[in-house]
């Protein structure tokens, strides 16, 4: 059945390194969405795109974090350097705009020692 | 400012004890509320929307419904299988697509 793919789904890094992250939404779905989740803060919407086009990245610290879409089937998030402080859980969500709802997947947990 | 308040933070239910998830919301236009169930280690997965005042969506032990400020999660007949944090998001009009979520709502069912 279709779902959205996040990979790694473990990361484990030392501060100042960079990682990236990797999501493959569900075909046919034109908007794509990061998020990051911490017991503090929660779910917390960092950019979202649609039809590959960034529209909304208020979310992201600029100076360390970038989004992109190189093609339909693929969402990256980069962050360079790290921070022990990004530590949380990042989840890919993909969706029609029509509709609204947005499908999860499973997540890349990252820890920054 | 667009705000989403889940209540209670957690909650603890013998099985079979029927109960509600209160979710208040400020937006600035409602295009939909949301409701996601997550289990530890996963994504949330989606289980309604709701997108008028008065509207109700029920799926096996679950009905969601929805005012003009919040929306209640009603749990009937709880199983230990439901167990999970309960989240919810709304998409407000001038916010495209985006959801905002709430904390959620962490259910625990003992048998």
């Known amino acids: 059945d279709a779902r959205v793919t996040q990979t790694p789904r473990h990361k484990v890094t030392e501060m100042g390194q960079e990682v990236t992250m990797r999501c493959q939404p569900i075909?046919?779905?034109?908007?794509v969405f990061w998020y990051r989740q911490t017991m503090m803060q929660g779910l917390e919407l960092l950019a979202y795109?649609?039809?590959?086009?960034?529209?909304?990245d208020s979310g992201m610290p600029k100076d360390r974090f970038s989004a992109e879409m190189p093609d339909a089937t693929l969402a990256t998030l980069k962050i360079q350097p790290s921070e022990p402080r990004d530590s949380a859980v990042y989840f890919c969500?993909?969706?029609?705009?029509?509709?609204?709802?947005?499908?999860f997947g499973p997540g890349t947990r990252l820890t920054v020692l | 400012e667009d705000q989403v308040t889940q209540s209670p933070e957690a909650l603890r239910l013998q099985e079979g004890e029927s109960s509600s998830l209160n979710c208040s919301y400020t937006v600035s236009g409602l295009r939909g509320l949301f409701w996601y169930r997550q289990d530890p280690g996963k994504g949330p997965e989606f289980l309604f929307t709701?997108?008028?005042a008065g509207e109700e969506k029920e799926k096996e032990r679950l009905k969601a419904t929805l005012t003009k400020k919040e929306s209640f999660l009603h749990i009937t007949a709880p199983k230990p299988e439901d167990s999970a944090t309960y989240l919810c998001a709304v998409q407000a009009n001038q916010a495209g697509t985006a959801l905002i979520f709430g904390k959620g709502t962490t259910l625990s069912v003992s048998s």
């Open positions: 795109f649609r039809n590959r086009a960034p529209l909304d």
């Open positions: 709701l997108y008028s």
């Open positions: 075909l046919g779905h034109n908007t």
């Open positions: 969500a993909s969706g029609l705009e029509e509709g609204g709802e947005q499908f």
